[in-house]
């Protein structure tokens, strides 16, 4: 009896982990290629899956220069590839999760709406790194993986807007916060029609007008790298940005008002692992205890 109760209790644990983990097909894991075997398993920890679960891809410095030479200070890209992504794509209509660790100078908020700008719509991603890193360079984790699960390449213009939006966000929330510096961003994003038929004086007001309405007063450094920010957003399709951009703030919208996803799943996925597995347990002890 014991020995069948065993092979049942094997049986539920594998279908536990099969439901719980992350589905090959749909997700990736972006490795940075400067780090240790260590290093690695620390971040597959945080990812709370183990090697080999999902299909891996490797992320190197120079393909985070194709993005960020130019946009932010060497000091920022550094030399290394240490920054680490884990994301699921997700069928359309289910939107975004995204929880970081060990991301020092990005916010979930800025990963989220730069995806969006790429063309990314419905995921689930986690950002990580076994030590404090900047995270600038883990959107090209992100792109790479993207392209690699759907099979389609992602327009390079938008790729780099997108990556242009999430260092100019960055770094504009260093001085007045993340929350304002995304809906400041946002908000310039959902008009981005009216805002390619404005003057540069014209637009340099807007931003100033938008920045007024979170109390907030920008530099005049600043607010040349938001018209910047805006001339690069012109080059995307206006309708499909601002259509994005709305799905995205419902979708967080309905998040905080249902409760449903008020603790994002990514971010307890290695818990929630952990906790099935001992309830199984506990569950198959009593019931061996009861036979003995």
Known sequence: MKKVISLVLALLMLCGLTTALADSDSSRAVI????????????????????????????????????????????????RSISCIFIRVLEEGKGMDVSVKNI????????????VTAGISDA?????????????????????AYEDITGEKLDDTAKAVGTQELTTTAELADEIGSADSAAIVNELKLIIDEIAKMSDEELRQQIKDIADKYRVELTDSQIEKLIDLCRALEKLDADQLREQVEKVQQYLKTAVEDGTKAVSFLRSFANGVSDLLESVVAFFQKILGFFD
């Open 32 to 79: 940075g290629a400067d780090l240790s075997d260590s290093e690695i398993q620390e971040v597959y920890s945080i990812f709370g899956i183990a090697r080999g679960e999902v299909r891996e891809l490797t992320v190197t410095n120079a393909d985070e220069r194709e993005y960020l030479e130019g946009l932010v200070s060497d000091s920022l890209i550094g030399t």
């Open 124 to 144: 689930e991603v986690i950002v990580a790194a076994p030590f404090s890193v900047s995270g600038t360079a883990a959107l090209t984790g992100i792109f790479k």
């Open 104 to 115: 020092s100078w990005c916010t979930p908020d800025m990963y989220m709406n730069a995806m």
